[in-house]
Each structure stands twice: as C-alpha cells, then as structure tokens.
C-alpha cells in the first residue's frame, strides 16, 4: 500500500516480524525506526509499555469533543511544542515507533489468525495497516493458511492464546 509518504507492505518471513519508520520531524518525536521479531517475550518487554503520544492541541480539542476522556499524563505522553510534559519524561528514547509498532500488532490481529510473515511500514497508520490486510486477503495467491503443529516454534507464542492456524504472506502485497 502506498498513499503519499505513507507505505506498509508484507513479505514472506518464517517468524512474524515488524519493521517501523515514523517521522515527525518538527516535534520530539523526530525520526525513528524499529524492528521486532514478535513473541511473548518481545511484546512483554519491548512494547506493551510503549504509551500513545499526543500533541497538546490535538488533546485539548478530543477533550472539547468528549473523547480520548481516559487519556491523561498518567498514561499518555503529551508534547507541547518541543516539550514533554510528562515529569518522568520517556519510558524508552525510542517509545514513540514501540508504541506504533504496537498499534500495527493490534492492527494486523484483526486478520484473524496469527500472521507469519514480515510488515514493513513506514507512517503508515491504523487505516493503512487495514487496508494492507484487506489487500492482502483480497489477493489470493498471496496467502496461504497453514497448521500450526507446534505454536510455540512458528510464533513463539502459547496455543491457548491464538487459533491453532494461521496466515502466512507468500508474496509482497
Ligand atoms: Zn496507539
């Protein structure tokens, strides 16, 4: 998927890994990128933590519209220009592409099946990473649902936590 600078892509991967560009030049988030190979223990210490950001005007309109009513300096970091506001400031230097990066794995469970295979986005957003699913799934011979014998082996996670099948990404959408 392309739209603008906006890009998100599956590849064929034997692990389900995530590959992040975010870019927000002007703030404090400035440029990052991260790779994760997903598992219980990478979600557990790399990115369950990560918190969402904000830019402080954007809160104070979602507040006057009556949403984002549960986020607050407890559990989100807000910035105000070149500023965080946050006293304990970041929780990782990098927890700006952690957080997206946790964004994309809710994203993409809304396949259904766990995925095998490699994402790769570069700001791409919630509806890109749909949309990248939607493609995908409209595609084919670009997938195939497999068994998944050993759970723990393909993806590192439990069986009891995903449906014992899953989706593998056997061509670059
Ligand atoms: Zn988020």
């Not at 950001?53 to 989100?76: I, T």
């Not at 994402?119 to 799934?137: D, K, V, Y």
Request: neutral net charge; hydrophobic residues 40%; charged residues 25%.
């Amino acid at each position: 998927m392309e739209e603008g600078d906006k890009r998100a892509s599956f590849a064929p991967a034997s692990q389900f890994s995530l590959d992040l560009e975010i870019d927000f030049a002007a703030s404090p988030v400035g440029r990052q990128t991260r790779r994760t190979v997903f598992d219980e223990d990478s979600f557990r210490t790399e990115l369950s933590t990560a918190r969402t950001f904000g830019f402080l005007h954007e809160v104070e309109l979602l507040k006057k519209y009556g949403l984002a009513r549960g986020g607050s300096l407890d559990n989100a970091i807000v910035i105000d220009g070149q500023k965080i506001l946050n006293k304990g400031g970041l929780r990782f230097k990098d927890e700006f592409v952690r957080h997206k990066l946790l964004d994309a794995v809710g994203d993409l469970y809304m396949a259904g099946r766990p995925i095998i295979g490699q994402f790769s986005g570069s700001r791409s957003g919630h509806a890109m990473n749909n949309q990248l699913l939607r493609a995908l799934f409209a595609e084919e011979s670009a997938w195939i649902e497999v068994g998944m014998p050993t759970p723990q082996a393909a993806t590192g996670i439990s069986g009891s936590v995903f449906k014992p099948r899953q989706i593998a990404a056997s061509a670059i959408v």
